[in-house]
């Protein structure tokens, strides 16, 4: 080969691998909501595959349908299992897709795993700061008991083991909820406990958090639970920023947003159970995350 065609072949071999370099995107995990399954995720899991074709996705089928009403702290250490593999192998970072009940999962996840490594962290519909609605889920476990009545049921070391229960924010039981609660309150470092600075350091690992939601939603009341707010005793929904755990940073929340690493999208007309299949969703709110 003459000496002048050689760095034509080098440019043409360059363009060539030029796409497959591009084209590595991130792993993404996925994680189901109550009652759900990783079959509930297949068109979530489809629009990532035809946007970003290549990505590894993995929608993981654990604590799936019924078991989902197990303990939360279970939960959580049986998802951790099997997304610590995926995190320790991936040295560029992972993103999570964590919906409804599953985002409560991820946070419990990311605050007791040191050294994770996500990137982006996506809540679709979760209810961060809790919940005070019943639902048809709920009216399932517990039938015809109203939400006024709801605290004396999951406010006790019973009604801790069910998973909804460990997240129930009543306001007008607001100190039986702090002496009470076993997952939410420590998780948002409501209460003091001895992991509480560990817990911290391990969520502000986290690169990019965007929170999913809409006022259509249907279940997760009130519906800003999934931008982290929740209602006072007035009835009255207390916003992110005004929230006693933001105001004093106890898990890192104010810390992030102040590094512009919490995004919100608000999107409405979409039902609970349609997040994870709304093109819409994942074109405006998602998919520019996964890269």
Same mark, same amino acid.
């Given at each position: 080969? &003459?000496?002048?065609?050689?760095?034509?072949?080098? %440019?043409?071999? *360059?363009?060539?691998? #030029? $796409?497959?370099?591009?084209?590595?995107?991130?792993?993404?995990?996925?994680?189901?909501?109550?009652?759900?399954?990783?079959?509930?995720?297949?068109?979530?899991?489809?629009?990532?595959?035809?946007?970003?074709?290549?990505?590894?996705?993995?929608?993981?089928?654990?604590?799936?349908?019924?078991?989902?009403?197990?303990?939360?702290?279970?939960?959580?250490?049986?998802?951790?299992?099997?997304?610590?593999?995926?995190?320790?192998?991936?040295?560029?970072?992972?993103?999570?897709?964590?919906?409804?009940?599953?985002?409560?999962?991820?946070?419990?996840?990311?605050?007791?795993?040191?050294?994770?490594?996500?990137?982006?962290?996506?809540?679709?519909?979760?209810?961060? &700061?809790?919940?005070?609605?019943?639902?048809?889920? %709920?009216?399932? *476990?517990?039938?015809? #008991? $109203?939400?006024?009545?709801?605290?004396?049921?999951?406010?006790?070391?019973?009604?801790?083991?069910?998973?909804?229960?460990?997240?129930?924010?009543?306001?007008?039981?607001?100190?039986?909820?702090?002496?009470?609660?076993?997952?939410?309150?420590?998780?948002?470092?409501?209460?003091?406990?001895?992991?509480?600075?560990?817990?911290?350091?391990?969520?502000?690992?986290?690169?990019?958090?965007?929170?999913?939601?809409?006022?259509?939603?249907?279940?997760?009341?009130?519906?800003?639970?999934?931008?982290?707010?929740?209602?006072?005793?007035?009835?009255?929904?207390?916003?992110?920023?005004?929230?006693?755990?933001?105001?004093?940073?106890?898990?890192?929340?104010?810390?992030?947003?102040?590094?512009?690493?919490?995004?919100?999208?608000?999107?409405?007309?979409?039902?609970?159970?349609?997040?994870?299949?709304?093109?819409?969703?994942?074109?405006?709110?998602?998919?520019?995350?996964?890269?």
């Amino acid at each position: 080969m &003459a000496d002048g065609c050689r760095p034509c072949v080098f %440019i043409l071999v *360059v363009l060539l691998l #030029l $796409p497959s370099a591009i084209m590595a995107y991130r792993p993404v995990i996925i994680i189901h909501g109550l009652f759900g399954g990783p079959v509930q995720m297949t068109p979530l899991v489809n629009l990532i595959k035809e946007s970003h074709p290549g990505t590894s996705v993995t929608a993981v089928s654990l604590y799936d349908y019924t078991d989902s009403v197990k303990p939360m702290w279970d939960q959580v250490e049986g998802f951790k299992k099997v997304l610590q593999p995926i995190i320790e192998s991936t040295g560029d970072g992972v993103h999570l897709i964590c919906y409804s009940q599953g985002g409560l999962i991820c946070r419990g996840v990311l605050a007791t795993l040191p050294q994770h490594n996500a990137h982006s962290v996506i809540f679709l519909s979760s209810p961060l &700061a809790g919940q005070y609605g019943v639902t048809r889920a %709920i009216s399932g *476990v517990f039938p015809k #008991l $109203p939400k006024s009545s709801l605290h004396n049921v999951c406010y006790t070391e019973l009604g801790q083991k069910t998973s909804f229960c460990s997240y129930w924010n009543d306001p007008h039981h607001r100190e039986k909820y702090l002496n009470s609660s076993v997952f939410l309150a420590p998780l948002n470092g409501e209460v003091e406990h001895v992991n509480s600075t560990e817990w911290r350091n391990n969520f502000l690992r986290i690169k990019t958090m965007v929170l999913i939601g809409g006022p259509n939603d249907g279940v997760i009341l009130p519906w800003q639970s999934s931008m982290f707010g929740s209602f006072d005793s007035d009835g009255k929904v207390i916003d992110m920023e005004n929230q006693d755990f933001y105001v004093r940073d106890t898990f890192g929340l104010k810390t992030l947003k102040s590094q512009s690493a919490v995004w919100k999208c608000i999107v409405p007309g979409v039902k609970h159970n349609f997040w994870p299949s709304d093109p819409r969703v994942f074109q405006n709110c998602i998919e520019k995350w996964l890269t």
